[in-house]
């Protein structure tokens, strides 16, 4: 977990409509490293999921500047799941999760038998030929992050992919998704509101400020785990530390 993988510079990013502009990045700058599992919070409209959209490169920066260290210098490959991650209820699991797969022709023989292995693996080997109706909120998600990771990418953009869960739910599907995602060693941004989720499964977390967004604080997360268990950071001596000092510089953002 040495080298940056993206490297983001001075971003800077304007919304224009007929009501005028909105200022929603200046000078933002950050980097996630290889391996990484970044969470991002900060307040509400403040310019997290345009910090998404533009790494993804569905919207170009107006200043500043993304560089990507993928392999070969090659830019690494970009998987997006965002809060309602749609399965289509007109395909089953199987259709659903090798869609992506289809669409780029690469539903090779080699690659069928991998999404095969990952829906064994993530207890979803059952449910292959049902509707997405007839499965869980969690199993849902994971199955839509197997959609995801069927492509292979190097980097995981999460935007805020366990917010239409309830409580309960969420803390299992959470801690589930951050065990597949290190399994596959996924380099991951993970949006988040959820303070807790963002000390428990991430590596690093960044703070940002109110729009025009800017990092205002990070904190490395470094949590003794008392067991393995889906809770066990939540356990943490640490955890209530970090938690505290976050919702500090959170809560001076949102006052
Ligand atoms: P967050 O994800 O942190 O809640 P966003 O990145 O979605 O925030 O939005 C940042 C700011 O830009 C907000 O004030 C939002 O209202 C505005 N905004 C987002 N998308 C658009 C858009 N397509 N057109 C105009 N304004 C937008
Ligand atoms: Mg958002």
């Known amino acids: 977990m040495e080298s940056d993988l993206v490297k983001i510079d001075s971003l800077s ?35 997290k999921s345009t910090i998404l959209s533009l790494i993804a490169g569905l919207m170009e920066p107006e200043s500043g500047g993304i560089t990507f260290y993928g392999k070969n210098g090659k830019k690494p490959g970009i998987g997006y799941m965002l809060q309602h991650d749609h399965l289509f209820e007109w395909r089953n699991i199987w259709q659903n999760v090798t869609l992506g797969l289809e669409i780029q022709h690469k ?11 990952m829906l064994d693996d993530y207890g ?47 803390l299992t599907v959470s801690a589930d998704i951050a065990r597949i995602i290190r399994a596959e060693k996924k380099t991951v941004v993970l949006i988040t509101h959820d303070l807790s989720e963002a000390v428990s499964l991430a590596d690093r977390v ?23 268990s889906l809770l066990a950071a939540r356990k943490a001596p640490e955890y209530s530390e970090y938690f505290n000092q976050i919702w500090e510089e959170l809560s001076d953002e949102t006052q």
């Open 107 to 117: 539903l090779t023989a080699e690659n069928k038998e991998k999404v095969k292995k």
């Open 13 to 47: 990013f304007s919304y224009h409509t007929l009501n005028g502009e909105t200022r929603a990045l200046e000078n933002l700058s950050f980097s996630v490293k290889e391996g990484e599992f970044l969470a991002i919070v900060g307040p509400s409209g403040c310019g």
């Open 124 to 170: 979803l080997a059952g449910f292959a030929y049902k509707r997405p109706g007839e499965l869980s909120g969690g199993m849902k998600q994971r199955a839509a992050l197997i959609r995801t990771l069927a492509l292979e990418p190097e980097i995981l953009l999460l935007d805020e992919p366990f917010s239409a869960l309830d409580y309960q739910t969420r």
């Open 206 to 228: 960044l703070v940002l400020s109110k729009r025009p967004a800017y990092v205002k604080a990070e904190f490395s997360i470094h949590l003794t785990l008392p067991d393995d």
